[in-house]
């Protein structure tokens, strides 16, 4: 079964990436968490980037908060698709740290930047990559479109 691999800088940072890990499970699909510190534990960033793919995960989500190095390096570790999820930690400047240094990656090692503590569009972007070659997980994507949709038209109704 396909995994997905969910990694934050800090504990601190669960309240924003569980909406990753909410949206995933949603979905049913096998989600891997935990906490890897670019600044504070690089030795363990630099077996979970290099390993990552050995133990079945397809799509790494990562998110950080402040100067947030951790997205970019494990894509710079990996051979798997990074998603960053800029964090607005207690540490940042208003957000814009974080977004930048996730979304500014030199080419040549991508990071797909989502917004800030942009989680769910995360897990559903990580998702929708597990669903371009899982027919499962493709209609489930579908079938959620279609409650976006749903949603949209009921709330119309009431105006
Ligand atoms: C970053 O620093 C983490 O990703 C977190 O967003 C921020 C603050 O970390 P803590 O001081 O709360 O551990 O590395």
Not at 105 to 122: F, I, Q, W
Not at 128 to 135: A, E, M
Request: proline residues 5%; glycine residues 10%.
């Amino acid at each position: 079964m396909s995994k997905v691999g969910v990694i934050m800088g800090s504990k601190s940072d669960l309240p924003v990436m569980q909406d990753a890990i909410d949206i995933l499970k949603g979905f049913d699909i096998e989600v891997e968490v935990d906490i890897v510190s670019a600044h504070r534990t690089p030795d363990k960033l630099f077996d979970y980037g290099k390993n990552a793919h050995s133990r079945g995960i397809k799509v790494i989500i990562a998110g950080a908060g402040g100067a947030a190095h951790l997205p970019g390096m494990v894509a710079s570790l990996s051979p798997l698709p990074v998603i960053g999820v800029p964090v607005k930690s207690s540490n940042s400047i208003d957000g814009w740290d974080s977004v930048l240094s996730i979304l500014q990656m030199p080419g040549g090692v991508p990071v797909a930047t989502v917004a800030l503590n942009g989680a769910k569009n995360a897990g559903i972007l990580a998702a929708q990559i597990l669903g371009s070659s899982d027919q499962c997980i493709l209609d489930k994507i579908m079938v959620y479109k279609e409650g976006l949709k749903a949603k949209v038209m009921d709330s119309a109704k009431d105006l």
